[in-house]
């Protein structure tokens, strides 16, 4: 099992910055692919990012990218989100997110196996 645990959402003003913090815990020495997805009410969950085990690939959505970057630290079994230039169409909930390290269908939430329980980013405009 792992477990994920998000910190760092808020209220910020538009053009603002957050970073999104996920620590993960449990059996993560088996290689994890971490990653990001948002919903907001009303609507589906949407992926936002996704980074392989080793930090040698990353990938954005289109409508963060430029904006939104995807890293790792290994060392603190941590991903992280740092978002810039934040939209009022930003607002969601962020969840963190799992899975085995294989490549590609990142932005198919079935394809994880662990989530976190979601932190609010709330973009005012």
């Known amino acids: 099992q792992v477990q994920l645990v998000e910190s760092g959402g808020g209220l910020v003003q538009a053009g603002g910055s957050l970073r999104l913090s996920c620590a993960a815990s449990g059996r993560t020495s088996s290689g994890l692919l971490l990653g990001w997805f948002r919903q907001a009410p009303g609507k589906e969950r949407e992926f936002v990012a996704a980074?392989?085990?080793?930090?040698?690939?990353?990938t954005h959505a289109d409508s963060v990218k430029g904006r939104f970057t995807i890293s790792r630290d290994n060392a603190k079994n941590t991903v992280y989100l740092q978002m810039n230039s934040l939209k009022p169409e930003d607002t969601a909930v962020y969840y963190c997110?799992?899975?085995?390290?294989?490549?590609?269908?990142?932005?198919?939430?079935?394809?994880?196996?662990?989530w976190g329980q979601g932190t609010q980013v709330t973009v005012s405009s």
């Open positions: 980074i392989s085990w080793r930090g040698l690939r990353t």
């Open positions: 997110t799992a899975r085995s390290n294989y490549p590609g269908d990142y932005e198919n939430p079935n394809a994880y196996n662990y």
